[in-house]
Structures are given as structure tokens and as C-alpha cells.
């Protein structure tokens, strides 16, 4: 991480944030966006305070290609191609396929998915010209591992980066380039609580008791970004950041049988749940 010029989308807050600062205290020079401005000048002032470098920080929205090929040009005039390039900025949606809408499934594709090959297409190829190496880091979710209730939304677009990965983890290989797939679990940041549930009342009694148990077991952002860098420095391709999520993964290809038992009943509950609240 020392010396390497490190891109990071979703700076702002949350697991971005965190990468960040931690990216900086490691030696790295920082080239950082998200689409929240105040919380991005939060981010470049505290790290700068604490003598980190940041080479560049511009607000704008991932979903926006020419948006994003604006600011890679002008990261690569005046910086050349990058070392490190990091896909964490994204968001969430939860429901049923019966109260999701189109804008949500939408939502979810574009940032989560096609906001990544956005930076992907702007600052992958110049790394290959350049010869040098380096590593690509996209966030997907425990969601792009397994198949969680209410999640078909949010999983189209984190199994779908999950895809991007596992191809490029083998195409950029010849050049020197590792990719690493990050796949949390419950972590704690304002994206948790702000995850849209739709249809959904929030305020339910119900709903408040499997949130509460859901942030009950979630991690700290600083915890994953810790991961993240220690994942990179190892050259793991998938990164966990806690332990029921790799051993989720590892029991749904071992034993895919009671795997799918499981995930039944967990989908009934949900919609029991549901309907529950609507009753």
C-alpha cells in the first residue's frame, strides 16, 4: 500500500470511509469520490489532518459514465495510471418480488453493478498499459454469496460484480493484477439503517426486533477495512470480513441439500413476517 496511488468510490462514509483512512495511515496516496460532497470533504479533511495524502477528491455519481470517464482523465493527466482501484460505493433495497418495483431493481444495477464497470472500463485498461501491476478490489455482499429473503434486487447487482470478478480474477492475471472479492456481512454503517424496505413498515414491532438482531452482529467498519487491506496484501481472492459468512458459504456448496432446507424455511418466515405486519 505504501507509495501506491489507490482509488477508493464511496469515501464518504461507511466502509469507503474507512478504507480510506486506513489506506492513508498504510502510505497510500488517495484518489477518492462519492456522490455525497459534504461527507467527501469530511473524509479528504480528516485524513489530510492526520498527514495522509490525497492526490484528488470530486464529487459525482458513479451511474453517471460520462461523469466517471471525466474524472479518470483527469486523474490520468495529472497522475498516470493508478495501482490500486476500489469498488466500494453502493446501496441497498430489500422486498419482496411482489412490492419491488422497477425503480428499485433499476436503482440496484446501477449502482451497485454498472457503477463499478464504470470505473472498472475507465481505469482497469490504462493499468494494463502501464505494465506495472496492481489490484482490483470490488465489495459485493454475503448477498452475492447466498440466497438471503427479500434480497433479489440487491443480489441481481452483487452476484453480477461477483461474476465481473470471477472472470477478470483470471483475464488480468497475465498482467500482474489481482482481483479481490469483498463479501461482508451485517456491518455497521448508515447504509444499514437506511436500507429501504419496501413494503415494509419500519416503526413494526416486529421489523424492529430483526433489525435490532441484525445490527446485533454486525461488524465495524474499521474492522472491514482492515480486512480488506490485509485481504489485498495476501492476495486472497475472496475477503471475508466475519466468520458466519464464510462458513455459510462453505456449508451451502458442501451440503446443498439441507442448504436449500434452510433457505426455504428462512424465506417462509420472512413472508410470515409480512404478512404479519399487513394483517
Do not use: C
Amino acid at each position: 500500500m505504501r507509495d501506491a496511488k489507490v482509488l477508493i468510490t464511496g469515501a464518504a462514509s461507511g466502509i469507503g470511509r474507512a478504507t480510506a483512512v486506513a489506506a492513508a495511515k498504510a502510505g497510500g496516496q488517495l484518489v477518492l469520490t462519492d456522490i455525497n460532497a459534504a461527507g467527501l470533504d469530511e473524509t479528504v479533511a480528516d485524513i489530510r489532518r492526520d498527514g495522509g495524502v490525497v492526490l484528488v477528491a470530486q464529487a459525482f455519481d458513479i451511474t453517471d459514465f460520462d461523469a466517471v470517464t471525466a474524472f479518470a482523465e483527469k486523474v490520468h493527466d495529472a497522475h498516470g495510471s493508478l495501482d490500486i482501484v476500489m469498488n466500494v460505493a453502493g446501496t441497498s433495497a430489500w422486498g419482496t418480488v411482489e412490492n419491488l418495483e422497477h425503480k428499485h431493481w433499476r436503482r440496484m444495477v446501477d449502482v451497485n453493478l454498472m457503477g463499478p464497470i464504470h470505473v472498472i472500463e475507465n481505469f482497469v485498461p490504462p493499468m494494463v498499459r502501464a505494465g506495472k501491476g496492481g489490484s482490483l478490489v470490488n465489495v459485493s455482499s454475503a448477498a452475492g454469496l447466498l440466497a438471503l429473503p427479500w434480497h433479489a434486487a440487491y443480489s441481481a447487482s452483487k452476484y453480477g460484480i461477483r461474476g465481473v470478478s470471477e472472470v477478470l480474477r483470471f483475464d488480468l492475471d497475465q498482467h500482474g493484477i489481482s482481483v479481490h472479492l469483498v463479501v461482508p456481512g451485517a456491518v455497521d454503517t448508515p447504509l444499514v439503517h437506511s436500507v429501504e424496505l419496501v413494503g415494509v413498515d419500519r416503526e413494526s414491532p416486529r421489523i424492529q426486533r430483526l433489525t435490532q438482531s441484525f445490527t446485533k452482529r454486525a461488524v465495524s467498519p474499521e474492522h472491514v477495512a482492515s480486512a480488506i487491506l490485509r485481504g489485498v496484501a495476501r492476495n486472497r481472492f475472496l475477503i471475508y470480513t466475519s466468520f458466519d459468512i464464510r462458513f455459510g458459504y462453505w456449508w451451502a456448496r458442501k451440503f446443498a441439500l439441507p442448504y436449500e432446507i434452510v433457505m426455504r424455511r428462512a424465506s417462509a418466515r420472512f413472508s410470515r413476517l409480512l404478512a404479519a405486519q399487513n394483517s
